[in-house]
């Protein structure tokens, strides 16, 4: 699969190499004020909106692929008058460069008119009432992130990653993590495209935003959770032709690389959008915490003990393509696509790390089919439609076969017998219980529906339908003779809901009210040996259960004075067990318990957000401020350890964990952003998020529930250079700290269990040269080499160096 992909994307790339020799004309200029002042942000259009751009700090601009004849030309910007000028395209002349510059004179009338009008879609978002805020990726595309890395850098959100790239990840927003928490990829479950395409190994330069969600969800991502959700949107626009190419090398022998290009027919609308991936990481770092032990032949542990991770590679590779029209007359958009990728990947411990693994590994295989289909006005003013779906073919491959005992320095363990040393053999041949070979195969379909009207101004109703099933097939490779007793899975459910939002009192308030139903059904078939009186007999074994339960939730949003909202939400919700926690997992350590039941959470929360205002003429500042009650009851989260079953530290070290429900719990908690911008040079921000989740429970009654980090602190600074070392060109420096505060990883908080706290530091710079094609960016992340600890104190990287280049082609077609 690996080299297949491999080959479609050398052929893809050769391609767009060719069709970037066409023949090309471009209008440049500059707009500026009529004293000589740049209009950063200034908008230009050609011929009404058939080409769009908008101008740099230094008011300059360029528009690329115009064709011959006669074409009209505006800039405009806010609180100054439009001005608009003639241009002509020559006939048969190959290359063209033609000047076409602006002078707008001021207009305080305009400016009360654009003002109207400038609301962005973040700043739309964030103000409708929802917890949410939006982050944008413009920036970290061209440095040497990841999309997890950017996250977990953001206000309420904590990323639990079992080791480097490529480890399993859960996401945690202020104490919601597991099934109460959607991640999705254009509003699908991420789930949906498998272990090998991922916010782990998905670039930065795919991506147009992130939403983040605390607690209600707006109507295109109705689900089933109550935790919040990420959704990741992915770029669409198609109106200017490009190629971006990227590739970075790093630390622990870490390379990435990645291509997208957008192609469109201006006249017939047709649009191709294509991206792809590669990721390859040895993951060889050095770890030194209280995790990591060392067992001599007598049997004594050393702890902890400093050893380099091995068995411990990940690669992956992946690729999305999709081809379709945009802005036509039947379809805003309409593109069928296919989304495939594949990993491999070695699984160097357990649930802890007490305990290496050698020759442990799994391979994973997806193949997606994609539609996605909007139009505005269907048949009849104000009904949009929205579809989008996917049928996804998915397979994990785990083996497990080497039946030696290994420590941390990389050898066999050893033990003493008949008064000499040997190798220890593992008690049941493999590194992780029995020995293994299987392979689970996933058919999946996700398909959603989102019909709505505007009934009048400012009244809005939709209608949304959610079908998600999945059917599972677990097979032993080991023992070819049990290929007809495969275990089969399904998981199928319905989720419809209504939305009713309303604007009001000159369009400040805003309210959103939501009611849904869900109804899921669950099988399950088994077959197992039976032995009576020397005889064997095949014994089937069907499990089914169904439930249905209705939710609801609203949200509200106040325009006190101008940039300043007071936002408010409440939500009542069940969660169902997913695949993973119903079946298990065994690549990610996961047992199977199908006495899972729903969980269910109800949410309160109350905020503020003051948009960037202005002050003293360069300054800006804006803050966001949530707070958060919830009560959840029998919570679904990773069984761990209780200190009354257990007589030692080394009895905490455990391999395998599988989900369970809690209990009731309570969460009371805060967040708060602050950012302060400079003269558009300097950006500064800080966040902080704090919330206790108590166990409302015997025998640990108001205790914090364990395993959980509850008060982390990040802050970021990015400073802006011009023309410091050559003319047009930007130079953007970035500091950034994190900390977390320290948290216990087993029930009844034992002292040793104490993952302690923890603070990094992390720099990087970024050098657009003059030109605008080439970024290059250098990142140094753990600058000080920090014991930095997530899931069960399993240590991740210390000290990494990063180098990527960015280089984009937008003159061709």
């Avoid at 020559?90 to 460069?97: C, E, I, L, P, S």
């Amino acid at each position: 699969m690996l080299s297949k992909i491999h080959i479609l994307l050398i052929f893809f790339l050769a391609t767009l190499a060719g069709l970037a020799q066409g023949r090309h004309s471009i209008i440049t200029g500059k707009v500026i004020a009529k004293d000589g002042m740049p209009l950063l942000g200034a908008t230009v259009l050609v011929d009404g909106n058939k080409y769009a751009t908008v101008a740099n700090d230094k008011g300059e601009y360029i528009i690329h692929n115009i064709s011959e004849g006669k074409h009209i030309v505006q800039a405009s910007y806010m609180g100054f008058t439009p001005e608009k000028k003639e241009i002509f395209v020559t006939k048969n002349k190959r290359h063209q460069n033609i000047g076409c510059d602006f002078s707008l004179k001021e207009n305080s009338e305009a400016l009360q008119q654009v003002v109207v009008k400038a609301k962005t879609e973040k700043t739309k978002i964030e103000t409708e009432g929802f917890a949410v805020n939006v982050i944008d990726t413009k920036e970290a595309s061209l440095r040497n992130l990841t999309t997890n890395e950017l996250l977990d850098r953001s206000v309420g959100i904590r990323i639990r990653q079992n080791g480097g790239i490529g480890s399993n990840v859960e996401y945690n927003l202020n104490g919601m993590s597991g099934s109460a928490v959607g991640i999705f990829l254009d509003g699908l479950e991420i789930s949906t495209y498998g272990q090998s395409f991922n916010l782990n190994n998905i670039p930065t330069s795919m991506i147009e935003r992130i939403e983040v969600y605390k607690g209600v969800l707006p109507s295109h991502l109705t689900g089933d959770y109550a935790g919040g959700a990420i959704n990741v949107v992915l770029k669409k626009d198609v109106s200017q032709n490009n190629i971006t190419l990227a590739t970075s090398y790093g630390s622990f022998n870490t390379s990435q690389s990645d291509v997208g290009a957008i192609i469109r027919d201006k006249k017939t609308g047709l649009a191709f959008r294509g991206s792809a991936f590669y990721t390859y990481t040895d993951n060889s770092y050095e770890t030194w915490g209280n995790s990591t032990t060392y067992v001599n032949h007598l049997g004594q542990i050393t702890r902890p003990y400093r050893a380099k991770r091995f068995n411990n590679t990940y690669k992956a590779l992946g690729g999305r393509f999709e081809v379709g029209f945009a802005d036509t007359k039947w379809a805003d958009q309409f593109f069928i696509g296919y989304n495939g990728s594949s990993n491999y990947r070695e699984i160097p411990h357990g649930v802890t790390m007490s305990v290496p693994y050698v020759g442990r590994f799994n391979e994973t295989e997806a193949h997606v089919m994609l539609l996605n289909y909007s139009k505005k006005d269907l048949l009849t003013k104000d009904l949009t439609l929205n579809v989008n779906a996917a049928r996804s073919y998915r397979s994990t491959y785990l083996q497990d076969t080497v039946g030696i005992a290994y420590n941390w320095d990389g050898k066999p363990r050893e033990v003493i017998e008949f008064g000499e040393r040997v190798p220890l053999k593992t008690l049941n041949g493999g590194q992780q219980g029995k020995k293994v070979i299987s392979n689970t195969n996933r058919k999946i379909t996700n398909m959603r529906s989102n019909l709505g009207y505007l009934l009048t101004d400012g009244h809005k109703i939709s209608l949304n339908h959610k079908y998600e099933s999945t059917d599972r097939e677990d097979q032993d490779l080991l023992n070819p003779s049990k290929e007809d007793l495969a275990t089969l899975s399904t998981i199928s459910q319905h989720i419809i809901s209504f939305n009713y939002e309303a604007e009001s009192f000159n369009k400040r308030l805003l309210t959103n009210f939501l009611g849904k139903y869900t109804y899921n059904h669950t099988n399950q078939t088994e077959y197992q040996i039976s032995t009576s009186n020397g005889v064997n007999s095949i014994v089937k074994k069907d499990t089914v259960s169904t439930n249905s339960n209705f939710g609801y939730g609203a949200t509200i949003s106040y325009n006190v004075i101008p940039n300043l909202y007071l936002i408010a939400s409440t939500e009542s919700s069940y969660i169902s067990p997913i695949d993973n926690q119903l079946f298990g997992a065994a690549e990610l350590n996961i047992l199977p318990n199908t006495k899972l039941k729903p969980q269910k959470n109800v949410n309160y929360n109350l905020g503020f957000r003051l948009n960037a205002v202005t002050f003293l003429d360069k300054h800006k500042i804006s803050v966001y401020a949530n707070s958060f009650w919830r009560n959840g009851y029998d919570i679904i989260t990773k069984q761990a350890v209780d200190v009354s079953e257990i007589e030692e530290e080394a009895d905490a070290d455990i391999q395998v964990t599988k989900y369970v429900n809690l209990g009731k719990t309570q969460t009371l908690g805060y967040e708060v952003e602050l950012i302060y911008i400079y003269n558009n040079r300097l950006n500064a921000s800080f966040n902080f998020s704090k919330f206790n989740n108590l166990s409302k429970d015997e025998p640990y009654y108001n205790q914090q529930v364990i395993n959980e980090p509850f008060f982390t602190v990040n802050t970021n600074f990015q400073y802006r250079f011009n023309d410091l070392f050559q003319k047009k060109s930007i130079l953007n420096t970035y500091y950034t700290v994190g900390y977390v505060q320290e948290y216990y990883t087993v029930w009844g908080q034992p002292e040793w269990s104490k993952t302690p706290y923890q603070i990094s530091h992390d720099v990087g710079l970024s050098y657009r040269f003059p030109s605008k094609k080439l970024v290059a960016s250098l990142d140094v992340k753990n600058i000080f080499n920090a014991q930095l600890y997530d899931n069960f104190n399993i240590q991740k990287p210390g000290r990494g160096i990063y180098f990527k280049l960015n280089y984009t082609i937008n003159k061709f077609l």
